[in-house]
C-alpha cells in the first residue's frame, strides 16, 4: 500500500517539483494551495504524512501544525523559506516532526519523509524497544551500556540519557529546549550553555572528530539530529 | 526699607493714640467719680487693641510701661506726678504692668502663629500649584516656560536653568562636571548659585541664580526652594523618560518593518531558487552523468547554488550594517558552527576533503551562530573556488591570549603577489586571474568582515607560513569566567 501525503505549498514550480518527486518513489500524493484549503482535506482525505510550507497566502503554517495536533499525530515536515531559527523551533516545538528549508534537493526530501515514516510507526508500536544501532554506535537499553564497535564504552549518567533521548528519535531534529526539558528537567530555562558542553564531552568519546560528527549532527540555530542508519 | 519704616509709624501712631484715648476715659471716669480699678481696666482694654493692631511683641509691652506711669501720672495722688503717697500703689502698679504684658504677648502670639498659618497655607497652595501644572506637561520647552514664571513670581528675582541634553552640554560643562562627579546640594561660581536637577539615574539640568539673592531668602523659603527644585526634576524626569520611550517604540517598530522586509526578501528570493535547483536536480536524476543534458542541468545546479549563498550573504550583510542593531549573541561552541557549515558545503562538494582540528577541550565563544557559520561557509567557498579539487583544505580552531582562533588554509597558489588585505574592500575581486571562469568573491569576504568586527573580533588574509596557499585567520574574543574548564560536564 502506498503511503499519501498531503503537499501545502502557495508556490506552483515548488509543488510541481515536490509531486514530481514523490511520484518517482512511489508515494501517492493531494495538494493544497492554501492552509483552508489544507485543513480541509486535512479532515477528509486519508492522509499519511503533511509536507507543510509555513508562509501560505491565508494563514500561518504554525496555525495549521496547532490545530492539527489537537487531535492527530501524523506526520508533519515543515518545508520552509523562513530564515529565523525561532520559527523552526517554534514549529518543532508545536509538534512538527522535521522541517527543511529551501532550497532542498530531491534526495533530502525522500530522506526526510522515510525517517518521519520510520518514526510514526517505530513510536506506535506496541512492544518496547531495547536495543538500537546506528552505524557503529549501539546502545542496550537493559544493560544500560553503550557500545562503538560492539567495543563498550563508558559515558556519564547524563551522556547516557542524552544518548537515549536521540536513539528513540533517530533521524529527527530535536530542539535545544526539547532536549533541555528531556534531561535537565522543566523549570530548567533556556541555558544553552551547559547543553552544548554536555554534548561537546559526549562527541569526544563516541565521533572521531568532533567537528565533523557521524552520529549527532548540529542544527546551528535550532538544536541537533542524530543521523539515522 | 521704606516699607518697615512706614510700619514703625503705623505702629506708634496706634500706641500714642490708644494711649491717649484711653487716658481721656480714665479722666473722664474720674470726673465722674468712679473706681480706679475701671480705668485700670481700660487702660488694659486700650493694650490688648494695640497689640492686635501692632506687630511683634515690643509694642505691647511699652505701652504697659507707659500705661502704668500713665496712671500713676494722671490718677494716683499726687495728681499730675510720679510720686504716690500710699505705699499700696505699688501692688498695683506692678499687677498692672504684668497684667498687662501677659495680655499684650499672648495676643501678639495669636497673631504670630495667624501669620505662621496663612504663610504656610500659601506656600502649601504655591507647591501644589506646582505639582498640578508640572504633572500635565509633557514636553521640555513648556515645562521650561511653566516653572520659569512660577519661579519668578514666587521669588521676584530672575532664576534661570538649563535643561541638558545633547545641543546644551557644552554650557557650564565645568559645573555639570562637578554635580556628576559628586551628589552636591549646590555649587557657588563666579557670584552664581547653582543647583542640581538630579533624576533617578543621572543628571537632568542646572538651575542657577545670584549668590545674593538666595542668602536674602529665609528658612523657609529655602526649604520651598528646594522641594520645588525635587519637583522639577520629578517633572524633568518624567518628560525625559517619556521622551526615551517614544524613541524605543520608534525604533522597534523600524525593528519589525525591517525584519519583515528581510523576512519576505528571503522567503521571495528562495522559493524560486528553490524550484530551480530541484528542477535541475531532478534533469540530472534522470539523465547519464555523461549526456550534455546532465552537464546542463548540473550548470543551472550550481548557479542557482551561487546565487542562494549571495541571498544568504545579502541577508547577512544587512543584518549586521543596520548598525545601531546588537547582534544576539549566545554561548556556543566553535566546533559545532564549524561543522555544521562544513556539513552545508559538502552537500554540493562532498569530494572536496576538509581537515579540521579542535582542541580536546570545548571552546565555547560568544556570536550569533549563524553568522559565524555564515562567515565560515565563505571562506571555505572561496578557498574552493581558489584550489583545484585535489587540493585539501584545514580549519584549525584553538585558544590562545583569551582569544579563540579560526584558521582557515587551502593549499592552492595563495595570493600571486596581491595584497590580501584588499580583499576585504567593498567587492573586490582578483579580475586579472579568476574573473572568466570564476564569481567575484569579493561581496562574501567583505561580509566575513562586517560579521567578525560586529563581533569585535579580526580577520586578516596571508600567505601560509609551511606551504603555498592562502591562509585567513579570524579571532573572536573569549571571556575568561566562561572559560570551558568551569562549565565541563
Not at chain 1, 525561532?86 to 516545538?93: F, G, I, P, S
Request: glycine share 4%; proline share 2%; net charge negative.
Amino acid at each position: 500500500m502506498n503511503q499519501t501525503i498531503l503537499v501545502v505549498e502557495d508556490d506552483v514550480q515548488i509543488r510541481k517539483f515536490i509531486c514530481y518527486c514523490l511520484e518517482n518513489n512511489n508515494y501517492q500524493y493531494i495538494t493544497a494551495s492554501n492552509g483552508q484549503d489544507a485543513l480541509r482535506k486535512i479532515f477528509y482525505e486519508n492522509i499519511d504524512l503533511i509536507l507543510l510550507d509555513l508562509g501560505l497566502p491565508d494563514m500561518d503554517g504554525v496555525d495549521i501544525i496547532q490545530r492539527l495536533r489537537e487531535f492527530s499525530e501524523i506526520p508533519i515536515i515543515v518545508v520552509s523559506a523562513r530564515d529565523k531559527d525561532k520559527d523552526k523551533a517554534d514549529a518543532l516545538e508545536l509538534g512538527a516532526d522535521d522541517y527543511l528549508t529551501k532550497p532542498f534537493s530531491a534526495t533530502e526530501l525522500v530522506a526526510r519523509i522515510k525517517v518521519a515514516f520510520r518514526h510514526f510507526y517505530r513510536y506506535n508500536q506496541v512492544q518496547i524497544q531495547t536495543y538500537y544501532k546506528v552505524k557503529d554506535l549501539s546502545i542496550d537499553l537493559d544493560k544500560r551500556q553503550v557500545y562503538l564497535n560492539d567495543q563498550p564504552i563508558h559515558v556519564t549518567p547524563l551522556e547516557y540519557q542524552l544518548l537515549v533521548l536521540f536513539f528513540k528519535n533517530a533521524g529527527k531534529v530535536l530542539t535545544t529546549d526539547m532536549i533541555i526539558e528531556e534531561i535537565y528537567g522543566k523549570g530548567y530555562g533556556h541555558d544553552t550553555q551547559a547543553l552544548r558542553a554536555l554534548m561537546a564531552g559526549l562527541r569526544r568519546k563516541i565521533e572521531k572528530n568532533p567537528a565533523t560528527p557521524q552520529y549527532i549532527l548540529t542544527e546551528i540555530g535550532v538544536g541537533y539530529r542524530m543521523v539515522d542508519e | 526699607m521704606k516699607m518697615k519704616f512706614k510700619s514703625y509709624i503705623h505702629s506708634l501712631l496706634i500706641t500714642v493714640i490708644l494711649l491717649v484715648i484711653a487716658s481721656c476715659v480714665g479722666l473722664f471716669f474720674q470726673y465722674l467719680d468712679w473706681s480706679e480699678i475701671t480705668i485700670v481696666l481700660i487702660y488694659i482694654i486700650s493694650i490688648l487693641i494695640i497689640s492686635l493692631l501692632t506687630k511683634g511683641y515690643i509694642y505691647g509691652i511699652i505701652s504697659s510701661i507707659i500705661a502704668t506711669f500713665l496712671f500713676n501720672y494722671f490718677f494716683t495722688a499726687p495728681y499730675y506726678t510720679l510720686l504716690f503717697y500710699d505705699s499700696r500703689y505699688f501692688i498695683t502698679f506692678i499687677s498692672m504692668t504684668l497684667t498687662s504684658i501677659i495680655v499684650s504677648t499672648l495676643t501678639s502670639r495669636i497673631q504670630l502663629s495667624q501669620n505662621q498659618a496663612y504663610k504656610n497655607a500659601q506656600n502649601m497652595k504655591m507647591l501644589y500649584e506646582l505639582t498640578n501644572h508640572l504633572s500635565k506637561i509633557t514636553d521640555k520647552q513648556r515645562l521650561y516656560d511653566e516653572v520659569y514664571h512660577i519661579l519668578n513670581q514666587y521669588f521676584h528675582y530672575p532664576i534661570d536653568f538649563i535643561f541638558l541634553d545633547y545641543h546644551n552640554e557644552h554650557k557650564h560643562q565645568d559645573i555639570i562636571d562637578c554635580f556628576r562627579n559628586e551628589n552636591q546640594k549646590y555649587i557657588i561660581k563666579d557670584m552664581y548659585i547653582f543647583f542640581p536637577l538630579y533624576g533617578v539615574s543621572r543628571l537632568l539640568g542646572i538651575l542657577f541664580f545670584k549668590d545674593d539673592n538666595f542668602q536674602h531668602m529665609d528658612e523657609t523659603q529655602k526649604h520651598i526652594f528646594y522641594l520645588m527644585i525635587d519637583n522639577i526634576s520629578l517633572a524633568l524626569d518624567r518628560i525625559y523618560s517619556i521622551e526615551e520611550q517614544l524613541k524605543l517604540n520608534e525604533a522597534s517598530i523600524k525593528e519589525h518593518y525591517r525584519s519583515n522586509l528581510l523576512r519576505s526578501i528571503s522567503h521571495d528570493l528562495r522559493t524560486p531558487l528553490s524550484g530551480i535547483m530541484g528542477t535541475s536536480e531532478m534533469i540530472m536524476g534522470i539523465n547519464q552523468p555523461t549526456s550534455s543534458s546532465y552537464h546542463l542541468a548540473q550548470d543551472i545546479y550550481q548557479e542557482a547554488d551561487w546565487l542562494y549563498l549571495m541571498v544568504q550573504n545579502i541577508l547577512s550583510l544587512t543584518k549586521v550594517q543596520e548598525g545601531k542593531l546588537v547582534i544576539h549573541k549566545e554561548y556556543e561552541a566553535i566546533e559545532e558552527v564549524i561543522g555544521s557549515a562544513i556539513s552545508h558545503v559538502q552537500k554540493n562538494m562532498s569530494e572536496r576533503q576538509i581537515e579540521v582540528h579542535v582542541p580536546d577541550e570545548v571552546m565555547m565563544v560568544a556570536m550569533d551562530a549563524q553568522l559565524i557559520q555564515q562567515v565560515i561557509i565563505n571562506l571555505l567557498d572561496n578557498a574552493f573556488k581558489h584550489t583545484s579539487n585535489n587540493e585539501k583544505i584545514v580549519i584549525n580552531a584553538y585558544k590562545q591570549d583569551h582569544q579563540c582562533y579560526l584558521v582557515v588554509e587551502d593549499y592552492g597558489d595563495g595570493f600571486l603577489g596581491e595584497d590580501p588585505q584588499k580583499l576585504f574592500g567593498m567587492f573586490y575581486t582578483q579580475h586579472q586571474s579568476y574573473s572568466d571562469s570564476f564569481k567575484g568573491v569579493g561581496l562574501g569576504l567583505t561580509i566575513c568582515k562586517a560579521i567578525i568586527e560586529a563581533h569585535q573580533g579580526t580577520i586578516e588574509a596571508k600567505e601560509c607560513l609551511n606551504h603555498q596557499g592562502a591562509q585567513f585567520i579570524i579571532t573572536l574574543p573569549m571571556e575568561d569566567e566562561y572559560e570551558s574548564n568551569n562549565i565541563s560536564c
